[in-house]
């Protein structure tokens, strides 16, 4: 008697929101919410010639995505973001690229691996990438757009190529007596999805497709490292990630250092003596050097 006191009650309640039109109201906060724009942080105070830390962390992407309330930029937007405020700078006359990722997907990693060159190009001023945790995949791709690699002495670099994940459940599904009922229009539709293993004919399609994205990878790799060999570009393609000292064995990078020889290396390239170091960051972002993280 009481459970059903209890069912009515909440009925009646339900009932008496719905009368009074009460409704919920769905609010993107992350479109409230103002992104600031991008600020100079002084990392070190020298002469008035500048260099400009340019940072690439984290899974390559190149739009943004959302998380919970709030919107995270894609690697590519916020690139663009520091380029357009340090093309009319002046007095930059280098860029260090701080260079700490797995890589992420390839389109981001082309247009970023682009975006620098046009910009070095354009301002005609050296760039000196450093890798400091991880520069690999498409980082590395990213990396490669530079004048000069340097890594430090515990990073990882390398794993070129391409990788196209695929699974499929067909046979959990057989074991589970569930049967694929795709319609489709035409016999390669569904190629690659879970529902069913492959045919030799859906793993050639892939297969080309990931071949023609490592060719662009590897040509990359032949036209910005001419030091490399055919031996060092027959290890480096399979995909292997390596260590720097292997790295710097077969010419994947010039020189196992940290930021200050980056620094000298940019120096050296640029003839600017004593530069003040910068980086842009937003506001509320961390003020620390060139170790911390945004």
Do not use: W
Not at 66 to 90: H, N, P, Y
Not at 211 to 216: A, I, L, N, T, Y
Not at 244 to 262: P, Q, R, S, T, V
């Amino acid at each position: 008697m009481k459970n059903r006191k209890m069912v009515l009650c909440v009925i009646f309640m339900l009932a008496a929101f719905v009368l009074n039109g009460c409704a919920f109201v769905l609010v993107d906060l992350a479109n409230l919410i103002k992104v600031p724009k991008m600020q100079e942080k002084v990392l070190y105070k020298g002469s008035q010639s500048k260099v400009l830390v340019v940072e690439v962390l984290g899974i390559l992407t190149d739009t943004h995505t959302k998380e919970m309330f709030m919107t995270k930029e894609g690697t590519l937007e916020r690139l663009d973001e520091i380029l357009s405020v340090a093309s009319v700078d002046q007095d930059i006359k280098g860029v260090i690229l701080k260079i700490d990722s797995p890589g992420g997907s390839a389109t981001a990693s082309d247009l970023l691996y682009r975006r620098i060159i046009e910009f070095k190009k354009a301002k005609k001023i050296p760039v000196v990438s450093c890798i400091v945790n991880s520069g690999t995949s498409g980082a590395y791709m990213t990396a490669l757009s530079s004048d000069r690699i340097i890594a430090l002495p515990t990073s990882m670099i390398g794993n070129i190529g391409v990788l196209l994940p695929s699974v499929s459940y067909q046979g959990l599904m057989d074991m589970l007596g569930v049967h694929n009922q795709s319609i489709t229009s035409g016999k390669f539709k569904d190629a690659g999805t879970p529902m069913r293993d492959m045919t030799e004919d859906d793993k050639g399609i892939y297969k080309a497709i990931v071949g023609e994205m490592f060719d662009d990878f590897i040509s990359k790799v032949k036209k910005d490292r001419p030091g490399m060999t055919e031996e060092d570009l027959k290890i480096a393609g399979d995909g292997r990630i390596m260590a720097a000292n292997f790295a710097l064995k077969h010419h994947l990078i010039d020189e196992i250092g940290y930021y200050e020889n980056a620094l000298k290396g940019i120096e050296k390239l640029s003839g600017v003596n004593n530069p003040t170091v910068v980086v842009y960051r937003r506001f509320g972002e961390s003020d620390g050097g060139f170790y911390s993280c945004p």
